[in-house]
């Protein structure tokens, strides 16, 4: 079988929101340009997505000199927002560059559109009903799944989907380093860390809860947390979470919404990282980044959190649903044990396992293999 030189090879990626690397929203969004980024390197990429229907296509949001064209590609409406099995109404040059691809890959959708290419679904969990869609209509050549979790839950939900793989998020280790040496923590506050998007399901009302009950015994504690984005999240969360917090007599501090490079020094600043939701986490880039950076977890089970470190490498799992306070033992032990942890174990593991560059060379692979 003759192969195509990797430099040969068109690749186009299409994601539903705007693609823009200095403001990454959500997950799926960070490992996207994380892959277009190690794809470019190789291959000549064109990146399509979405523009608000109300407006005029505008040009690349990408930075000067980013490695792969970006184009506004088609408006967001009800069908592009709601479906994961999309037809979007592709401008002439977005439906050019789908047509001469020699790989297209999708995030968290699947195209319901004519193209000869072979083509990439990346799913990062089965949690919303646009997920749900995309498994029924099982439109790809290769699904990629970013955890064990996740490949189940497909199993589960669509038990005929074929060429399923597991390709591991990636953490970029030689960005998110703990905290320089000189720089030490407040020896007095304790600062608890919601990092993911403002939202109820990521335990916020528990992460008060375990600032009130560590306040009540006598640990000054103040909750960190982000503002919503435009356009981003629940209506009105925030003025909700403003009100809960004063309620219960709980210092609350919410920062603006940092992009994905200034998350480091967020981390730095937390003595423990919260991810305390419900919701099933297909990877947990939240909590895989703040070990990285020195700074331990505390966790629910859920998803893959259940089984992403191994015991006494940063992160602490907790009974979901439990009273704040019985959390309280296991945050102050995270808080003395858990840096130490982080660094000599869970950065080792993460980079084992976890590393960006496992991710991206694994994708590369792929990508050329299907493209043969």
């Known amino acids: ?17 705007p693609f823009d690397p200095a403001r990454m929203l959500g997950g799926a969004e960070v490992v996207a340009v994380h892959l277009v ?3 470019a390197s190789s291959a000549d990429v064109t990146v399509l997505h979405g523009f608000p229907a109300d407006a005029r296509p505008a040009g690349s949001a990408a930075e000067p000199g980013f490695p792969a064209r970006v184009i506004a590609a088609f408006p967001l409406d009800e069908h592009v927002r709601e479906h994961g099995h999309i037809s979007p109404r592709l401008t002439g040059p977005a439906l050019r560059s789908l047509q001469e691809a020699d790989v297209i890959v ?15 679904a990346c799913l990062g969990g089965v949690g919303y009903p646009h997920t749900l869609d995309v498994l029924r209509h099982r439109a790809w050549d290769r699904l990629v799944v970013p955890s064990p979790f996740v490949a189940r839950q497909v199993r589960e939900h669509a038990p005929q989907a074929a060429n399923v793989s597991v390709v591991a998020n990636g953490i970029d280790l030689t960005h998110f380093t703990p905290r320089p040496a000189g720089q030490a923590r407040d020896p007095v506050e304790v600062r608890l860390l919601v990092a993911g998007r403002p939202g109820w399901d990521k335990g916020f009302r528990q992460a008060l809860g375990l600032a009130r009950a560590m306040e009540a015994g006598g640990t000054p504690t103040t909750l960190m947390c982000f503002a919503q984005p435009d356009g981003f999240g629940a209506a009105g969360f925030t003025a909700q979470l403003r009100r809960e917090a004063e309620a219960h007599a709980v210092r609350l501090r919410i920062m603006p919404w940092q992009p994905h490079h200034r998350m480091p020094a967020v981390y730095h600043r937390a003595d423990l990282t919260l991810c305390l939701g419900d919701a099933a986490e297909g990877f947990g880039l939240v909590a895989a980044e703040s070990v990285a950076c020195g700074t331990p977890v505390a966790a629910t089970p859920s998803g893959f959190l259940a089984d ?7 992160l602490y799992l907790v009974p979901p649903g439990a009273d704040p306070a019985e959390l309280v033992p296991t945050a102050r032990e995270a808080m003395r044990h858990g840096p130490d942890q982080c660094r000599h174990r869970g950065r080792p593991y993460i980079g084992s396992h976890y590393g ?9 692979h792929l990508v050329e293999e299907l493209a043969a």
């Open 1 to 17: 079988m003759n192969r195509r030189r990797p430099e040969d090879l068109k690749v186009c990626v299409l994601q539903v929101p």
């Open 308 to 314: 992403m470190l191994p015991p006494g490498h940063g």
């Open 37 to 39: 980024r190690a794809l």
């Open 106 to 120: 999708t995030v968290e959708r699947t195209l319901d559109l004519p193209a000869d290419a072979p083509r990439i």
């Open 356 to 364: 960006l560059p496992r991710m991206t060379t694994a994708f590369r």
